[in-house]
Nanobody
């Protein structure tokens, strides 16, 4: 059974940084794509960033240049480094995974973590 567990959320001032981690267990191979999504209060969940097994990355325009997604395959861990945080980045951040696919990196994930809260104060 695949499980994803996020770490690293918290409260930070605008302009600060946070690093989120996602520990994956139960994945039977390295041929999987991983992504981060977020959901702010009263809004729909939105795509943040994704990385394929071959390390191709994609970012939402709102975080491009500020956030960096990476992974440590040996540890089955995905990371999201968030710099220059803004109050509008406040949300619950979710880690997601799927077997490698040619589908859009912004959708079609079927493994999800429980989420970690990120709050950015102004």
């Amino acid at each position: 059974q695949v499980q994803l567990l996020e770490f690293g959320g918290g409260l930070v001032q605008a302009g600060g940084s946070l690093r989120l981690s996602c520990a994956a267990s139960g994945l039977t191979s390295s041929w999987y794509d991983m992504a981060w999504f977020r959901q702010a209060p009263g809004k729909e969940r939105e795509f943040v960033a994704a990385q394929t097994w071959s390390e191709t990355t994609q970012y939402a325009d709102s975080v491009k240049g500020r956030f960096t997604i990476s992974r440590e395959n040996a540890k089955n861990t995905a990371l999201l480094q968030m710099n220059s945080l803004k109050p509008e980045d406040t949300a619950v951040y979710y880690c997601a995974a799927r077997s490698s696919s040619s589908s859009s990196l912004r959708s079609a994930y079927y493994y999800w973590g429980q989420g970690t809260q990120v709050t950015v104060s102004s």
